[in-house]
């Protein structure tokens, strides 16, 4: 029995795999719209699941709230500030979303009140705030666009090296815990071969001079290609963590079902809701 369902769950997770990854890369490369629109489901999807295992603890989110506040941050990504659909940037749409989700439950009659301000607000924050980056991310350079997708195709390709090594490294050779009372699988030997995996595939980066654009208003250096790796290795993996902690609170070991073999799409995105912002933010600042 237990063969039968290995099988089953692998010949899941080896479909997820051969159609998510190619579509994924697809809509990277097309930008634009196509990849807002992937972004903005993605992070309705996971604010569902997210507010769904609050549910299982007696909170009661304001789903409403949540989606709109999803697709109000990916459009403010992806318009940018100045334009008259993004007239509030991110933090001053937290702070309309605190004011209304503070009022809404004061008529709302259910019980657990400042849990589920806390719960609704703190999902926004988590998942379209953070994750709504990696649309800024895509169009990051409006002098050469293709510098965006190069990124951000290096954001999720990094991230999946990172935590296939870390994965295989992990369950073949891991000896001693990393986290344990947040993760009990994951070890120390997982963690080193995601970091050591993030360095190799931005070094093949590095060495392809796949970056270089005489076009980008960005000056890519050595130093960078290190800064993204530890973004990649030790951010990302923290968010596998967080995203762990979170799971074990609530007594759960996936946050859905929705992908086969892989669990919610929460799950799947967890590194990249860490890495995304932190890599965003660090291009916006200090190489463009």
Known sequence: MTNITGEKSSGGRTLVNALGIPA??????????????????????????????GAKQLIHPQFFVGYVMSVLLALHYYFGPGNPLTIFRPGELMLIATVLVVLLELFRKKENGLSNISYTLAGIAYIPLLLGTMIGLRGIDPIDPTMG????????????????AAYFVGLNWGKHKLIERISPKKTVEGGAAGLVAAFIFFYIIFRSGALSSQYSMAGIHSIDYVIFSIIIGIIGQSGDFAESLMKRDMGVKDTSSFLAGHG??????????????VMFLYLKYFVY
């Open 149 to 164: 997708m190069k990124l951000t195709f290096c954001l999720f390709v990094g991230v999946w090296a990172c935590d296939s």
């Open 24 to 53: 994924i890369l697809f809509l990277i490369f097309l930008g634009g719209l196509p990849f807002t629109a992937f972004v903005m489901v993605v992070s309705v999807i996971a604010i569902r699941e997210f507010y769904l295992l």
């Open 264 to 277: 919610g799409v929460l799950d799947r995105f967890d590194s990249l809701i860490f890495a995304s912002p």
